[in-house]
């Protein structure tokens, strides 16, 4: 005796496929036992022999995964998003697409031409959930997470039901997803959506999610997934600025180094607010690079799918001190010697109206002298230095002064620090 729950999905079945015609204008109850929920097929075997034919091939591989009445609860789910557009077979497949079976993918194989893909994936960021308009005027929502396998990861977009289980807390970071969904080329490269037809669940093996994580000086212009981990050597100050709306905006600049180098973190708005402390370890992930006009130096974003997490990773950074005669125009340095010239503190009027403050200094080592400027409060340190003073200047840009001589020009990045009075 066989028992199947789903009565809905074997009658339709049996009057569509497997009943002779004859028997198709008979009521299903005069050959069934009357149960509202579970039906007992306990003989017409040739009746039985064509449903198991129908899907017997399709559970099978899946008979690991998921139970024979979930299995048919799936295909009907599917049944009614197609709105009977699909045949069984068609309908049995697309389950077993969303299972990983005879279709399971790694990230590294997903191409633009990919289509629909079923990958087993870690989570490794999420976003939080947005709500929006559609152009019908009803509601929307959307989440985005960064996942990964042992090939690499990929940007995945849920949307409505599939975003809500982020917002239920059902999918949270280190969550180990099987996914159905869509590929598209986005903004940063291939992503999956995650919509109707498409399709998430839980999954409670472990995936082994290998993270493409890069040094400072693997960065280059338009790196996307930048996957960095790096000690902060500035903390940076929280900047106000007035957008062209009138509202007000808020930056900071986060300087970052490793044993490769260093590299500017520009974090925007209410991530400019992120407690962040000098020489703490931090791990950034999904950030993407650009190219600052002013220093033409790389910088990192962050987008709305970035995490910037604290670890408890060791990081080494050492500044990297270039000899004076080595400057050039046009790039960012950082040099250390002895004060040479002190000059006097000079007020002038910004073109805000606000009243501000600059003063010039000279430096000079085993290779030569430079004029540096200095803006704002960090022009007070003349106050504390004197002639013979040892400093170090860090992050200052290289521009052409008055004379058409190289100075080092010190902006709200740049820092000098008294080594010895």
Not at 49 to 76: N, P, T, W
Not at 317 to 342: A, H
């Amino acid at each position: 005796m066989f028992c199947f729950s789903g009565s809905g999905f074997i009658k339709h079945l049996l009057t569509c496929y497997c009943l002779p015609f004859s028997y198709r204008n008979f009521s299903l109850s005069s050959i069934f036992s009357n149960y509202s929920t579970t039906i007992k097929v306990i003989t017409l075997p040739s009746v039985l022999f064509c449903l198991m034919s129908v899907i017997e091939d399709y559970f099978k591989k899946v008979q690991d995964q998921l139970s024979f009445d979930d299995f048919l609860k799936r295909v009907e789910e599917k049944r009614e998003v197609m709105a009977g557009l699909c045949d069984d077979d068609t309908l049995c497949s697309m389950v077993l697409q969303e299972l990983g079976v005879d279709s399971i993918k790694k990230i590294s194989e997903i191409t633009v031409d990919s289509g629909k893909v079923s990958i087993k994936a870690k989570v490794l960021s999420v976003s939080e959930v947005r709500e929006f308009s559609r152009d019908k005027g009803n509601a929307g929502h959307v989440s985005n997470l960064i996942v990964g396998d042992e090939t690499g990861s990929i940007r995945t977009v849920l949307w409505d039901d599939a975003a809500d289980l982020v917002k239920t807390k059902e999918i949270q970071k280190d969550s180990n997803l099987n996914i159905f969904g869509s590929v598209r080329n986005g903004q940063n490269g291939l992503e999956i959506h995650v919509g109707r037809g498409g399709r998430i669940d839980l999954l409670n093996q472990d995936i082994s999610a290998h993270v493409n994580k890069c040094q400072v000086a693997d960065i280059g212009e338009g790196t996307a997934s930048v996957n960095l981990t790096a000690k902060i050597i500035d903390a940076g100050n929280l900047r106000f600025f007035k957008r062209r709306d009138g509202s007000e905006g808020k930056v900071r600049t986060v300087t970052l180094g490793d044993q490769t180098g260093k590299i500017n973190l520009t974090l925007w708005d209410e991530s400019a607010e992120t407690m962040l402390v000098e020489d703490e370890v931090i791990e950034i992930t999904n950030a993407y690079s650009k190219k600052n006009n002013y220093t033409n130096n790389i910088e990192l974003q962050l987008s709305r799918d970035s995490l910037i997490n604290k670890t408890d990773d060791h990081v080494d950074y050492n500044e990297k001190i270039t000899p004076i005669s080595d400057i050039e125009l046009d790039n960012t340095y950082s040099i250390q010697g002895f004060v040479s010239g002190i000059g006097e503190i000079r007020e002038f009027t910004r073109r805000d109206g606000k009243t501000g403050q600059v003063a010039n200094i000279h430096v000079s080592d085993d290779t030569g002298r430079v004029k540096a400027t200095l803006w704002g409060d960090q022009a007070n340190i003349i106050d504390e230095i004197d002639i013979g003073s040892e400093v170090t200047i860090t992050s200052a840009m290289a521009k052409t002064g008055l004379n058409e001589e190289i100075e080092l020009n010190l902006d709200w990045n740049s820092k000098i620090k008294i080594l010895r009075k």
